[in-house]
């Protein structure tokens, strides 16, 4: 469902990843330790025109992990999931293994 939806422009449509409730052990984890401010890439616009007329690219492409602001982004529900749309620019960076 969520590849039907192409950004605009330096928009990015991230998946919030879901952080696990509980350890492999079967220790409940609390609400508030598990808050991660990550997420995966769905779909990327194409980018933006700068002041010349050249397009400049989005910086991340669909798969990656992505490190998110606390606050910002729109909140889009497709289906029964939910997405966020961010601006390029507001990524603070990708997560690598």
């Known amino acids: 469902m ?3 939806l192409i950004p605009c422009l330096n928009r990015v449509l991230v998946e919030k990843i879901v952080p696990p409730s509980k350890t ?3 220790i ?6 598990a808050k991660l401010n990550s997420g995966k890439v769905v ?6 025109h700068d002041r010349d007329g050249k397009l400049i690219p989005v910086g991340v492409k669909e798969g990656d992990t992505v490190l ?3 606050y910002g982004g ?3 529900k497709l289906g029964d999931k939910e ?5 390029d620019d507001d990524i603070l ?3 690598h293994d």
């Open 2 to 4: 969520a590849k039907r």
């Open 24 to 26: 492999n052990a079967g």
């Open 28 to 33: 409940l984890l609390p609400e508030k330790t």
């Open 43 to 48: 779909a990327v616009g194409p980018g933006y």
């Open 68 to 70: 998110l602001p606390e």
């Open 74 to 76: 729109a909140e889009v």
């Open 83 to 87: 997405f966020h749309l961010y601006r």
């Open 93 to 95: 960076g990708t997560l």
